[in-house]
């Protein structure tokens, strides 16, 4: 059975930071691209960062310079280290992970963890 289990989650201040930590069970995650997104509410769910298997990684545009993510496959953990936060970051976040299976791509989510950034 897949697992991404999120936690790190959390009520900070404008200008505050958090990490954000996601424990892979159930796969080869030295296999898989891992993801953060995120989701506000009334909102799309949008892709924060995501670090490929050969660590190689990509950020949106608003969290470049303040975000960065990594990865310890010895722990199967993704991290998300998030510094001065921003009111506009409020959202849940979600890790993914994927990789192609041929013509597929297989991809989990974990169930979430909720960032509150108070202005």
């Known amino acids: 059975q897949v697992q991404l289990v999120e936690s790190g989650g959390g009520l900070v201040q404008h200008g505050g930071s958090l990490r954000l930590s996601c424990a892979a069970s159930?796969?080869?995650?030295?296999?898989?691209?891992m993801g953060w997104y995120r989701q506000a509410p009334g909102k799309q769910r949008d892709v924060v960062a995501i670090i490929t298997n050969t660590g190689n990684t990509d950020y949106a545009d608003s969290v470049k310079g303040r975000f960065s993510i990594s990865r310890d496959n010895a722990k199967n953990t993704v991290y998300l280290q998030m510094n001065n936060l921003k009111p506009e970051d409020t959202a849940v976040y979600y890790c993914?992970?994927?990789?192609?299976?041929?013509?597929?791509?297989?991809?989990?989510w974990g169930q979430g963890t909720q960032v509150t950034v108070s202005s």
């Open positions: 993914q992970g994927g990789r192609l299976a041929g013509l597929n791509t297989v991809s989990y």
């Open positions: 159930g796969i080869i995650f030295s296999r898989y691209t």
